[in-house]
């Protein structure tokens, strides 16, 4: 044997020794280390403790059966809620369980649903979900790990848009075994990630192999949640039965919950039909959103004998923004100064005077009823988040606090009209033969798209309004279908548009204003927002990390957005206006951030 092999074999058999002894040692020695728990929050500590046998919003004792009714205004003509096509039907969600539940009265936290417990990489680099053994869907096959795997597959291959954005980060996933399935994340620093994961509601494998998903239609989903869709009419109702043997019916995050035997969602055309209904009994339960009918035509014996009960619950739920949302991908809507004009024209204190009975608070932030909304002058976090962008800013987002034009309510809006004119001016418009034109001639026309004709008494005034700057604006309704499909495919000029928003704001911000998705039919980027300033600012939101860093970057990113003036800000209300017969009871506590309507029962 040569020096140089005798050299070689004991280096070969270094090598091996240094392998079996690795083999040999824990697998937290070679890995992250990793946190096992029951639940997860985001920047904060979970409420309930790991012995918790219920949410505080509940009546564990609640009796169960009973029918509730409710109504949807429209037609449905689909029970996947998953893609875009078709109008989904109403409560399909509770189809559908979870990996993990969130409770109603905390920021954003989680309990085991399906997974059992969740084992965290310390790092944040991949979370396990360990899933509950006794999880079955309703033909009594196992939940398992590669349904998960399925699942989240299938919808970035198959499902909506959104889903590709908000699970972007997700690098991987993986059954390692049968109760145990890895999500693997890019990086450490998107600290929603894993908890966002954990609201994937989970599809069975072995039921949607061999069929075609991304195919709108009629027949009956197959899921493992509380309830299951018992029959229906196409288009004018469902009924749901809640699952005799439903696994998860004795899991502290469920007691007290689903205590109705049936729900049924009867379908009206229109809304004042569905409101007269109600009052005669059709149906249980009513959550009203307009304010005239609120204070007008919630009277009559069955209010007066206390059949129906009226009354108000305030929340502290975000309200985010509702208002006329602007195509800038439209060439008359591509200027900000054109869009701020139009802001000047819109008299909100007389529409709350006149047709809202006051009820209403001004939206003047993205993030309206949060903490996250930016009010008054930047601090000075703010300033040195924004600073990298001054060129690319108006000035304005440095200096002043965004205040949304006003009026005294009367009426007459010539100063705002007056500031309206200049900034059209300004942006190469011109009134001529009272027609408001551009360089070439052409006249200022667009449309204002709706869905309720309760919003034409809204749309109207501003309408008219905007005729004295020389405009000519088209009000156009359409049924439910018609409009989600112009939607989808950004086939408008304006549209009456609600962007809600949670309490900690993340990964969904990146579906609503990135530029990424801004022509992707199907994202609710409707204003059509390019902007790489709004682009990174989105990312810092989404790695954040703790509550206070969170705060200062959403609160960038709305000033951004507030003097990018992409939508007319409606209103918003911080309380359920709810009428319900009094067959219906509900708990004494109700939770910050929901209704609960699922924590009541009949008496």
Not at 54 to 63: G, I, L, M, R, T
Not at 96 to 125: C, H, N, W
Not at 467 to 472: D, H, K, P, V
Request: aromatic content about 14%; hydrophobic content about 40%.
């Amino acid at each position: 044997m040569t020096l140089h092999l005798y050299a070689s074999l004991q280096k070969l058999t270094y090598v091996l020794f240094l392998l079996i002894m690795l083999s040999t040692l824990p697998f937290s020695a070679c890995a992250a280390e990793t946190t096992v728990s029951y639940g997860q929050a985001l920047h904060s500590e979970l409420k309930y403790g790991s012995d918790f046998t219920h949410f505080d919003y509940v009546n564990p004792q609640a009796p169960k059966g009973g029918t509730l009714r409710q109504a949807a205004i429209g037609t449905f003509d689909t029970f996947n809620d998953f893609i875009l096509k078709g109008v989904s039907a109403a409560g399909l969600g509770m189809i559908y369980d979870s990996l993990m539940v969130a409770a109603e009265d905390e920021p954003f936290s989680q309990y085991g649903l399906i997974a059992e417990k969740v084992e965290l990489a310390d790092d944040r680099t991949y979370v396990i979900f360990h899933l509950n053994p006794a999880a079955r869907f309703h033909d009594g096959h196992p939940v398992t790990a590669d349904d998960v795997v399925f699942t989240f597959n299938l919808l970035l291959e198959q499902g909506q848009p959104m889903y590709k954005r908000y699970y972007a980060d997700v690098t991987g996933v993986e059954a390692l075994d049968q109760r145990r399935v890895k999500f693997t994340f890019k990086d450490g620093d998107n600290a929603e990630l894993p908890l966002i994961v954990g609201q994937l509601e989970i599809l069975p494998q072995h039921f949607w192999q061999g069929k075609e998903f991304k195919k709108s239609g009629l027949d009956l989903p197959l899921g493992s949640g509380p309830y299951r869709i018992k029959s229906f009419i196409p288009g004018k109702s469902i009924t749901y039965e809640r699952v005799a043997d439903y696994w998860a019916a004795d899991l502290p995050v469920n007691k007290g919950r689903y205590n109705f035997a049936v729900l049924i969602y009867d379908y009206y055309r229109d809304a004042t039909v569905a409101l007269e209904a109600f009052k005669a009994g059709e149906y249980d339960f009513r959550h009203e959103n307009v304010s005239k009918n609120w204070a007008t035509l919630y009277t009559g014996p069955q209010f007066d004998d206390g059949e129906i009960i009226k009354k108000e619950i305030t929340h502290e739920i975000p309200q985010g923004i509702q208002g006329f949302v602007f195509n800038s991908r439209r060439a008359i809507f591509s200027d900000r100064q054109v869009r701020e004009a139009l802001i000047y024209a819109f008299d909100f204190e007389w529409s709350n005077k006149n047709l809202f009975y006051n009820q209403y608070e001004r939206n003047d932030s993205y993030f309206s009823n949060s903490e996250m909304a930016a009010k008054g002058a930047p601090s000075a976090a703010e300033k040195a988040l924004l600073e990298p962008f001054r060129e690319q800013l108006p000035a304005e987002v440095f200096t002043d606090s965004y205040h949304l034009p006003t009026t005294d309510g009367r009426g007459n809006i010539r100063h705002n009209l007056r500031r309206a004119a200049a900034l059209l001016k300004k942006a190469g418009w011109s009134v001529k033969n009272k027609k408001l034109v551009d360089k070439n001639g052409k006249p200022f026309v667009f449309e204002i798209l709706l869905t309720a004709p309760a919003f034409e008494r809204i749309v109207l005034p501003f309408k008219k309004n905007l005729s004295r700057l020389g405009i000519e604006t088209e009000v156009r309704v359409v049924d439910t279908a018609q409009y989600l499909n112009r939607i989808r495919e950004f086939d408008f000029d304006m549209v009456v548009w609600s962007y809600g928003q949670s309490l900690s704001p993340g990964n969904e911000q990146r579906y609503y204003w990135h530029s990424s998705v801004a022509d992707i039919p199907g994202s609710r980027n409707l204003a059509g927002i390019k902007d790489p300033v709004v682009d990174a600012l989105v990312e810092k939101i989404i790695r954040a990390t703790d509550r206070q860093n969170l705060t200062t970057r959403v609160r960038a990113l709305d000033r951004v957005l507030q003097w990018g003036f992409y939508v007319l800000p409606h209103w918003h209300i911080s309380t359920f206006r709810i009428a319900y017969w009094s067959k219906l009871a509900q708990p004494e506590l109700v939770p910050k951030y929901g209704l609960g309507l699922m924590t009541w029962w009949v008496k």
